[in-house]
């Protein structure tokens, strides 16, 4: 166990140097200097000149790539993630409040998102070939073609405007109850049908056989034989959920007013605010990573085979 | 003794697109699926002749009208009609699935066939990499490319078109080694042809079927993506008739013209549910598990 755990923290080192590298080149490969639109029409060609010089020494920017790469992972390690042009503060003072929002809505979102898949799949895959099943697939096929804007959007018509069951901007906890809702159910869909598939495999073999052979009831081999084997694949998925959970964000927090990282990630592409949109991609990607680190590692201790196979 | 003459069956060899396609008739929701895409094409080849209004033309005094007469499903925030719009839409959301599959799928096709087909050196520099973009969640490599380029239609579309090269890649490779190893390969390889003829003549052909299913289900989900960045403002930009870019301004009116938001948001959702349901009878007829 201890080994594999290893493995796969090494296994980290390339990705995390890539998603490092891809952020700081994100920076070098956009057409405009930042430093000289800076001074445009503002100073004389030769001061000009002489201010441009002294900022490129201050940020690096005369340096070779490489070199501007290290001091980029640098100040990272610093935690200096650089200053927001447009909102002139340090960006991790406007990331951090923001990432607690969104971590709390894709927290909620995903607890909604398995009751519902969950559910949906382990009663499909039981009474599998009924209406029962039918419905569940055929609205699990609805889910995964809707727009999340589009859900987002009848959601505030039907509940804000037509039933007047929630303020159209509410304030205090049941804010996230709409967005965490419209998030969770798009997901659903896909983990619904991984639910089934797994639970459908799970009920065929032979050992569901021998319990039943023995007289065990339906409930009991779905719930106490099957259901903990069926869990192991679906845990695979929560993990690569969670991305979608997170690009998801970026849409719904628009929709619903949600002051979460991905509200500011749109707004911040907008406003070719660089140090902003940089962070907000690292921080992303690291939580996605560290997220999928664990969801492997319990899958690893959940399901021995896991580990003999890598 | 008496002979009896066994007439044999004539033998007849049907094609095998002619099997698929019989296969895909009997299908309901394959039916269903590739009607609702031929619709979409037709209304996108034939706009100009079936949209009943010109999709531009502002009108302030005839704005957030409701369905009626006139505008069978109302005019929106600046008086036009929405019908047509959504007709002109057609052509923004087919575009965008042509180009942003073809991105993923040629790129993806060549790369996944170099890795698979080349020397263990190549294959492991492609898939190494491969490997560590898909560690990436897929909207922020999108979001990555967009940021680099700037949001507009065709940025948003080369975004989404990149970020699906490394699934087809993966796919293609994956496919193209199973395929290599089959008894088939070998005695092509007996009969004295060359590499690159076993690996266009023989393997590439044997990749499709797996190619095909892949591509029926990431298309829509590219075009949901990138209509999901117009509609954030990152993609394609007002006023052009694109479904996620119609609700940029509308959907500030959705207490008093909720017409306006459902319109663009349900053609998008039917056209999607259209492609998914033809590419779930697409899997069930190409796949041999099946």
Known sequence: MMQYVVRRLLLLIPVIITILLITFLMKALIPTDAVTAMYRGQLSEKDAAQAIATLRAKYHLDLPWYQQFFFYVGDLLHGNFGESIRLRRPVIDEIGYRYVNTILLTGLALAIALIFGLTTGILAAARRNTWLDVTATTIGLFGISMPAFFFGLLLILVFSVWLRLLPVVPHGPIAILLPAFALGAIEAAPLSQVARSSMIDVLRRDYIQAARARGQSEMALIFRHALPNALIVVLTVVGLQIGNLLGGAFIVETIFSWHGIGELA???IQWRD?????AIILISAATYLVINLVADIVYAWLDPRVELLS | MTVLMVEEPPVVVIPRWRVIANRLLQSRAAVVGGLIVLIVALLAIFAPWIAPHDPFKIDPI??????????WIGTDEVGRDLLSRIIYGTRYFLLICAITSSISATAGTILGLVAGAGSPLTDGIIMRTIDILLAFPYILMVLVVV???????????VAV???GIPGYARLVRSTVLTVKGEDYVTSVRALGANETEILFGTVLPNVLSPLIIYFAFATPLSALIASALSFAGLGTQPPAPEWGAMLVNSRTYLFSAWWAVAAPGLALFVSIFGMNILGNGLRDVLDPRN
């Open chain 2, 62 to 71: 005839h704005r957030l009208k409701p369905p009626g007469f006139d505008h």
């Open chain 2, 147 to 157: 940021a680099i380029l700037g949001p507009s239609l065709w940025t948003g579309m």
């Open chain 1, 266 to 268: 749109v707004n911040a």
């Open chain 1, 274 to 278: 660089f140090a902003l949109t940089q």
């Open chain 2, 161 to 163: 078109g990149i970020a």
